[in-house]
């Protein structure tokens, strides 16, 4: 039944798009709706629900994180629309099977949640490019906004998104599970900076309140934004728990100290 399901959505996608299924601006594609769907989905709330921040305030975050970003991605998905390339990735007839997407979607959120882990630690050990680099996204204090996930240095956007996205990169997966990991990975990293308890998905993936306190803390702790395993592994885990929100604020860059952890 489940392979039913992934097969029925697998054509009506590739009916729906046709080529640009194969085009870099698929994936592209499923990484923008990553970061905008839970963006706007967890503004609303920003706003609405929790009322915490007005839209001014909440539009003037998304604004200092996606001026560029946003820019960037309009233009290369122009470009993979518009130019022909001269490479395309494999469309096969047949979707993944239900073992097969569950078993790469697992294989994608482990590597991506290690590699990734490491290399946020070691932003933090070398003080050039902490101070010059991995700054920027510090420069966001508790409360964050969802879209502080984004504040980040042009090098570290691209360096985080191939260790996010390595298992896709290096190994030959269906493009249908590409897709949805691509999209469900970036989401992850942009809900652990939403600042709100979400008690089922918090058992499972790095919680808001542990990177608040990332944030908050001189000393790098709670480093993962996917999974709280490499942390609790390698001892930059600390619990932490959810305080009333604020405003979050557009603040001054802080020093983002050298890891002293082991």
């Known amino acids: 039944m489940g392979d039913g399901i992934l097969q029925s959505a697998w054509d009506s996608l590739r009916d729906s798009l046709g080529s640009f299924v194969g085009s870099p601006g698929f994936l592209l594609s499923a990484v923008v709706l990553g970061i905008y769907v839970p963006g706007v ?46 490479f395309a990735f494999e469309v096969p007839e047949a979707a993944p099977t239900t073992g097969e997407l569950l078993r790469d979607l697992v294989l994608y959120f482990l590597i991506g949640d290690f590699c990734s882990y490491w290399w946020h630690r070691l932003e933090h050990q070398q003080g050039w490019y902490a101070k010059r680099v991995h700054r920027t996204h510090h420069g966001d204090r508790p409360p964050l906004s969802i879209w502080t996930a984004m504040v980040v240095h042009p090098i570290e956007g691209m360096t985080v998104f191939v260790f996010f996205h390595l298992y896709g990169i290096a190994f030959q997966i269906h493009i249908f599970t590409f897709a949805i990991a691509a999209f469900a990975m970036t989401a992850v990293t942009m809900i652990t900076h939403c600042g709100y308890r979400l008690p089922g998905y918090d058992a499972v993936f790095a919680h808001a309140a542990g990177h608040d306190l990332h944030h908050a803390n001189r000393k790098p702790t709670n480093i993962s934004v996917v999974f709280s395993l490499c942390d609790r592994l390698f001892g930059t885990y600390q619990p932490a728990s959810y305080k009333n929100p604020k405003v979050p604020a557009a603040v001054e860059p802080t020093t983002v100290e050298p890891a002293t952890t082991g």
Do not use: N, Q
Request: a positive charge.
């Open 41 to 86: 989905i967890f503004s609303i709330v920003d706003v609405h629900v929790a009322k915490r921040m007005t839209w001014r305030e909440s539009l003037g975050v998304y604004w200092r994180a996606m001026k560029w970003y946003s820019l960037v991605y309009v233009v290369a998905l122009a470009a993979c629309i518009l130019v022909p390339l001269p």
